[in-house]
Structure formats: structure tokens, C-alpha cells
T-cell receptor, first 115, second 110 residues
């Protein structure tokens, strides 16, 4: 158990809908990262937040957005869903004090299925 | 942009043998590399990392080698065990933005 929690574990929805994925980082971790893993694909970095502020952006679509709240939990919002958005979405957290390198701890993921 | 790839999609190794998983990266500015292990149905699990100012780093049964000249990274697992069966990803970039490879599936045969 990495200490990172994600809810829900599974999500099935229809095209055009909007969903919210939630992540709680490990206690003491200030950074949260979101990744997308499609079938037969590697992990695609989406976005990182550090202590409530956006730190880095990857291949995140405009239909997707994220935020990190004062209690450091994070939400990833996916809207106008398409079939191709079906994937595993992972959240990771790290301590990340400043710019030092830190191990990222991954949550168990949310499996999103868009029908 | 950064691309990180693995040489083989599947690697089959006999229990007790050493495993070597290779990875190539394209961005010479990458200064941080991580190897992750992902078992079926689980999130990636950190194995070992290395910074660009190092050539080698050892952990428990694992060694990462970094060759910046040819932009190549390898993960060596000593005395491979059935529990090592998983998909292994390398990732490179900066601490804030990592690019992950598609993964190599390690199959351990008895």
C-alpha cells in the first residue's frame, strides 16, 4: 500500500458526460501528479500540482482539468468524454520540497470506461 | 520532445538468472531517471532512480546503469524470482516532468 488513495476504483459512463476523479496524497506529500494509462500504452503525464499550485503540465487535453485543494487532495475533471478517454488514471504524490528529486508514490488507479 | 522507449516488449528469464531490461531516451537534457514496476491490476511501484551525475546506482538485487553518451539506461535484476514478473517502465526527464516508456513485460519461468 503506497499510502495514496484514489476514488472511485471503477467508473463507467457515457460519451459526452463529465466525471471527477479524486486523489488523496500520502501524509506529508505536497505534490500530486496525474497520469493516464491507456491499453498497451505507457504512462502519459497529465499534470502536476504542488501545494495547491499548478507546477507542470504534460499531455493534458483542454477537456480535462485538475486542481489541488488546501487539504492537498486533488481532483481530475474529465468532460465531454469520448470513447478514447477510456483508460486507467493514476495519481501519484511526492514530498517535493522545492526542486529536489523525490520518489513518486502511485495510487491504485481509477479505471474509466466510456461507452 | 522527450521520447523514452524500451528495446523489447517482452523478456523471458529463467528463475535464478539475471535480468537486464534496456531503455533508450532521446532528450539529452534529461537529468533524472526512474525505473518502475507494475504488477497486473496495480499502480506503478518505484524500484530505483538515478540522476544524470551518476553512472550506476545499486539497490537490493537491482542495479541501474546510465550511459549518457549513448542515452541508454538499463535495469539489472539479480537472481530473478517469480515475484519479479511484471511490466517494467523506465521514465526520464526532470523531477517534475517525466516521460514514461511503454514498458517491458518480464516473464519469469521456472
Amino acid at each position: 500500500d503506497s499510502g495514496v488513495t484514489q476514488t472511485p476504483k471503477h467508473l463507467i459512463t457515457a460519451t459526452g458526460q463529465r466525471v471527477t476523479l479524486r486523489c488523496s496524497p500520502r501524509s506529508g506529500d505536497l505534490s500530486v501528479y496525474w497520469y493516464q494509462q491507456s491499453l498497451d500504452q505507457g504512462l502519459q503525464f497529465l499534470i502536476q500540482y504542488y501545494n495547491g499550485e499548478e507546477r507542470a503540465k504534460g499531455n493534458i487535453l483542454e477537456r480535462f482539468s485538475a486542481q489541488q485543494f488546501p487539504d492537498l487532495h486533488s481532483e481530475l475533471n474529465l468532460s465531454s468524454l469520448e470513447l478514447g478517454d477510456s483508460a486507467l488514471y493514476f495519481c501519484a504524490s511526492s514530498r517535493d520540497p522545492g526542486l529536489t528529486y523525490n520518489e513518486q508514490f502511485f495510487g491504485p488507479g481509477t479505471r474509466l470506461t466510456v461507452l | 520532445g522527450e521520447s523514452v522507449g524500451l528495446h523489447l516488449p517482452t523478456l523471458s528469464v529463467q528463475e535464478g538468472d539475471n535480468s537486464i531490461i534496456n531503455c533508450a531516451y532521446s532528450n539529452s537534457a534529461s537529468d533524472y531517471f526512474i525505473w518502475y514496476k507494475q504488477e497486473s491490476g496495480k499502480g506503478p511501484q518505484f524500484i530505483i532512480d538515478i540522476r544524470s551525475n551518476m553512472d550506476k546506482r545499486q539497490g537490493q538485487r537491482v542495479t541501474v546503469l546510465l550511459n549518457k553518451t549513448v542515452k541508454h539506461l538499463s535495469l539489472q535484476i539479480a537472481a530473478t524470482q517469480p515475484g519479479d514478473s511484471a511490466v517494467y517502465f523506465c521514465a526520464g526527464g526532470t523531477a517534475s516532468k517525466l516521460t514514461f516508456g511503454t514498458g517491458t513485460r518480464l516473464q519469469v519461468t521456472l
